[in-house]
């Protein structure tokens, strides 16, 4: 059974850094790329950043220079690192392998 657990999520100040966590499980984590979405409240969901198998990554405009996703394949487990955070980065952040499984969300809200 795939299992996807995201963590790292919190209340930051504009302009901070966080760290989201996506624990993965149930299958064989590295042959398969993963992704982070985020979804804001009356909003599409929408794709932030993802990687491949071999570490080659895509991001969001809106998130290019600013975030950094990375997999560690020992630890079956995807980050997403976020740095100079925006209020427009406010949403539910989502790891997803393949578009096809989700994890239940972890709340990221920047706000003074």
């Known amino acids: ?6 963590s790292g999520g919190g209340l930051v100040q504009p302009g901070g ?18 992704s982070w979405y985020r979804q804001a409240p ?3 969901r929408e794709l932030v950043a993802s990687i491949t198998t ?11 220079g600013r975030f950094t996703i990375s997999r ?6 995807v980050y997403l690192q ?4 925006k209020s427009e ?7 997803s392998r393949q578009g096809v499984n989700w994890g239940q969300g972890t709340q990221v809200t920047v706000s003074s």
């Open 1 to 6: 059974q795939v299992q996807l657990v995201e």
């Open 17 to 34: 850094s966080l760290r989201l966590s996506c624990a993965a499980s149930g299958f064989m984590f590295r042959f398969y790329e993963l």
């Open 42 to 44: 009356g909003k599409q």
């Open 54 to 64: 071999i570490g080659r990554t895509n991001y969001a405009d809106s998130v290019k």
């Open 72 to 77: 560690d394949d020992a630890k079956n487990t």
């Open 82 to 85: 976020m740095n100079s955070l």
């Open 89 to 95: 980065d406010t949403a539910v952040y989502y790891c």
